[in-house]
C-alpha cells in the first residue's frame, strides 16, 4: 500500500513527459502550417508596363523606350518575394530624335552587333533571386533592394537596385532606376576602356527606368 503513492507519481511523471514531447514536435508544424500564405504569380500587364532607357555620350544624350514581352510579379501577402520578365530586344526605340531619317539610323544601330545584337539575341531577361525589404523605408522612398540575374545578349550577370514596390489586393507595382555597365554584357562600341577618342566617347553605364504593373487592377495602381 505503501508503494502505490510512488508508482501513481511516477505514472504522472511519464505522462506529463510524454505530453510534453508531443507539444514541441507537433506545435511548430501546426502554427507553421496555420501562418503559411501562398505565393501568387502577378502576370506583368505588358500594355501599361514601361521600360525607358537612357544613355550618354561626349556632348550630348538619347533617350527610347523598348517593350515588356512578358513576366510575373511574385507575392506573398504583402511582400514581393520573385518576378521575373521578358524584354522585346526587337522594339527598341528613340524618343529625341524628330527627324526620321537619323531616328531609324540610331535605331538600327542600336539593333545591330555594336550594341544589342537584337537579330541574334531577340529577347533578354531579368529573374529576381532576392527580394530583401528595407527596414523604416521613407514614403516616397524605395522601400526593397532586389538582386537578381540579367541576361543581354546571352551574357548573364547579377545585379543589385533599390525600387520601390507596392501591393494591394490583387494587384502589384514595382519601380525603379536601373544603372547598368553595358561593358559587362559585351557592348563596347566606343567605350573609352578601348582608347577611343575623348570626343567620341558613349558612356559605358545607361540607365533604364523600369515600372512594372501586374495583376488585377494594375491599371489603377500607381506610385507617385
Known amino acids: 500500500m505503501k508503494n502505490y503513492p510512488v508508482l501513481l507519481s511516477a505514472l504522472a511523471l511519464a505522462t506529463l513527459l510524454q505530453t510534453s514531447h508531443v507539444a514541441a514536435t507537433d506545435n511548430p508544424a501546426k502554427v507553421a502550417f496555420a501562418t503559411a500564405v501562398a505565393v501568387t504569380a502577378l502576370p506583368v500587364n505588358t500594355t ?23 513576366g510575373v510579379l511574385e507575392v506573398n501577402g504583402r511582400k514581393l518575394v520573385g518576378g521575373n ?16 531619317e537619323y531616328n531609324k539610323k540610331l535605331t538600327d544601330h542600336l539593333k545591330s552587333e555594336d550594341f544589342f545584337s537584337a ?17 523604416k523605408a521613407k514614403a516616397g522612398a ?11 545578349k546571352g551574357i548573364t550577370n547579377t545585379i543589385t537596385f533599390p525600387a520601390s514596390v507596392s501591393i494591394s489586393g490583387k494587384s502589384a507595382e514595382a519601380v525603379a ?16 576602356m578601348l582608347g577611343t577618342a575623348a570626343d567620341k566617347v558613349i558612356d ?21
Open 142 to 152: 524605395p522601400n526593397y533592394t532586389i538582386t537578381g540575374d540579367l541576361t543581354i
Open 48 to 70: 501599361t508596363s514601361t521600360m525607358t532607357w537612357n544613355a550618354k555620350k561626349f556632348g550630348g544624350e538619347h533617350t527610347g523606350t523598348v517593350k515588356i514581352a512578358n
Open 85 to 100: 520578365f521578358v524584354v522585346d530586344m526587337t522594339t527598341i526605340t528613340d524618343t529625341d530624335i524628330t527627324n526620321p
Open 177 to 192: 532606376l536601373i544603372e547598368l555597365d553595358r561593358t559587362k554584357w559585351d557592348i563596347k562600341y566606343r567605350s573609352g
Open 204 to 224: 559605358d553605364t545607361f540607365t533604364i527606368a523600369v515600372n512594372l504593373k501586374a495583376g488585377a487592377g494594375s491599371q489603377a495602381l500607381g506610385i507617385k
Open 119 to 135: 537579330e541574334k539575341h531577340a529577347t533578354s531577361t531579368f529573374k529576381i533571386t532576392k527580394a530583401a525589404p528595407i527596414a
